[in-house]
């Protein structure tokens, strides 16, 4: 079974900064692409950033510039480093993984179970 576990959420002051980091477990050969998304009550889930296998880096207009997401292959982990947050980034933060199981062919979406992030003085 293969599990993520977001980590590194919490309470920040407009203009800090926060960490996220995502671990993913389990019986994995390998992993595509990883992301992380957001979501607030009453609001569709929206895409953040993402990160192939190669390096390759996506982020949403509203963050680029603000955020940096990375990844440790060799861990399966993936992070999401936020600078000069501001209270509109407060949301749930879920991490998200295509990955490829060790008996499996193709990959599956797996995602967190979310960590909170509020951003208020």
């Known amino acids: 079974q293969v599990q993520l576990v977001e980590s590194g959420g919490g309470l920040v002051q407009p203009g800090g900064s926060l960490g996220l980091s995502c671990a993913a477990s389990?019986?994995?050969?390998?992993?595509?692409?990883m992301g992380w998304y957001r979501q607030v009550p009453g609001k569709e889930r929206e895409r953040v950033a993402y990160?192939?296998?190669?390096?390759?880096?996506n982020y949403a207009t509203s963050v680029k510039g603000r955020f940096t997401i990375s990844r440790d292959n060799a861990k399966n982990t993936v992070y999401l480093q936020m600078n000069s947050l501001k209270p509109e980034d407060t949301a749930v933060y879920y991490c998200?993984?295509?990955?490829?199981?060790?008996?499996?062919?193709?990959?599956?979406?797996?995602w967190g179970r979310g960590t909170q992030v509020t951003v208020s003085s």
């Open positions: 990160i192939t296998n190669a390096g390759s880096t």
């Open positions: 998200n993984a295509d990955i490829i199981q060790a008996y499996g062919l193709v990959g599956v979406d797996y």
């Open positions: 389990g019986s994995i050969r390998s992993i595509n692409a």
